[in-house]
């Protein structure tokens, strides 16, 4: 029988998490013999070992380790399908838009302008996030609708719409020599010697290798280039939340950077398609921002 429980997975995520059964019995509150009988029933039901067990401790197998990843996902899945079912029982709820704090700032006030101006518009509520968070509050039934970007964001499986391109500028130091200059090249940029550019974690959530300090938040970004510590290169638009002590220049050769609008196909309902249709109305008066 291939049919898994949601039960089943989430025993079997707590222990290939926790590598402990106690631990992971401890988390789901219930007794450790019924937990690993419950393991031993899905080992034997899959016909293949998840976990090696041994005096050394518990670890995954590469069975193991494939259904932990898919049986995140299934997780996910099914408790994002319940948010939105609930969701769209509530015929008075707002969309949810979700979008990194700073980004696109001006094509978001246009955006949600243009939208509320239009007849019996459902309410949007904005959800700031953190670089990288969008897919998975889109994925996990939190956000409608994300305004992301190419070629940063997880765009895997949604749907979206360009609805802008712009160039890229360098976030500096205002005292740093390079700050008086009207632009730069990448090369220029990485190689600073004493201003090492940050690093942003991938969509698997590990960082690039490099000298240059590890960030996750805007806020330690800002801090950090105010501190002359770092340097990072990224869409002219996202100067929205520059502070005094930075200065932006153009990278004249950084690759373009497009604004999307995404959402999930499974949940396209007319309050998403006039969202939609009022960001698409924007392509045409949306100008590539620039930076300087």
């Known amino acids: 029988m291939d049919d898994l429980e949601t039960r089943e997975l989430r025993y079997f995520v707590a222990v290939a998490e926790e590598l402990h059964f106690g631990r992971a019995a401890d988390r789901l509150g219930i007794a450790q013999p019924a937990l690993s009988r419950a ?3 899905l080992e034997h039901r899959l016909g293949v070992r998840l976990l090696d067990r041994d005096r050394r401790g518990t670890a995954l197998t590469d069975a193991g380790s494939v ?13 994002a399908a319940a948010r939105r ?11 949810v838009l979700v979008t990194k704090a700073g980004a696109s700032h001006e094509l978001l ?4 302008a243009e939208h509320a101006s239009e007849p019996g518009a459902v309410p949007v509520e904005v959800l700031l996030c953190e670089v990288g968070e969008q897919a998975g509050l889109l994925r996990n039934g939190r956000a409608d609708v994300a305004i992301m970007h190419r070629p940063f964001d997880d765009l895997a499986g949604f749907d979206t719409e360009d609805l802008s391109v712009e ?9 740093h020599p390079l700050a008086s200059r009207r632009q730069l090249t990448m090369a220029e940029v990485r190689d600073v010697p004493d201003l090492p550019i940050a690093r942003w974690p991938r969509l698997d959530g ?5 000298p240059g300090p590890e960030v996750h938040t805007q806020s330690q970004l800002a ?11 990224i869409p002219a638009s996202s100067r929205a939340w520059q502070w005094p002590d930075h200065v932006a220049v153009p990278v004249v050769d950084a690759p373009d950077v497009t604004t999307v609008i995404a959402w999930p196909p499974s949940s396209y309902s007319p309050a998403i398609a006039s969202l939609v249709r009022s960001a698409g109305g924007l392509r045409d008066t949306t100008p590539a921002a620039a930076g300087g």
């Not at 079912?85 to 969309?95: F, H, I, M, Q, V």
């Not at 006030?109 to 949600?112: I, V």
């Open 39 to 41: 393991i031993r029933q």
């Open 67 to 79: 259904l932990l990843r898919e049986a995140r996902a299934t997780l996910d899945a099914v408790a």
């Open 85 to 95: 079912t609930r969701r769209a029982g509530d015929e008075k709820r707002p969309l």
């Open 109 to 112: 006030q246009r955006l949600l």
């Open 167 to 175: 160039g890229q500028i360098a976030l500096l130091p205002a005292g």
């Open 206 to 210: 590990s960082y690039p290798d490099g």
């Open 223 to 233: 801090q950090l280039v105010a501190l002359g510590k770092t340097l990072l290169v």
